[in-house]
């Protein structure tokens, strides 16, 4: 038995095949099209930004639509890069 998944930008989709015989048989199949790598950078943005308002009393979602838009850039790099790795630092 094997799992396959794909999570892509925006959606999950999940596989559990079955190989025997040199035949592949599909056990079962799920998708959530709510379920990305977009809801993770979403979580690490919200994560960072409140992080940001309790130690320096700046509201980046609301108060500046530039840093915000960096700050979910720096987001999707970090989540790039802690895909291969176990640490990484938000830059």
């Not at 838009?69 to 989540?79: D, S, T």
């Not at 176990?86 to 830059?91: E, F, G, N």
């Amino acid at each position: 038995n094997v799992i396959f998944y794909d999570l892509g930008d925006s959606s999950l989709q999940v596989s559990l095949v079955q190989f025997s015989a040199g035949r592949l048989r599909v056990l079962s199949s799920a998708f959530d099209m709510s379920l990305g790598g977009r809801s993770f950078d979403r979580l690490l943005f919200d994560e960072v930004a409140a992080e940001i308002l309790a130690k320096h009393k700046v509201d980046v979602k609301r108060d500046n639509a530039r840093a915000a838009f960096r700050l979910m850039a720096a987001c999707e790099k970090l989540q790039t890069t802690m895909s291969a790795n176990p640490v990484a630092k938000l830059r």
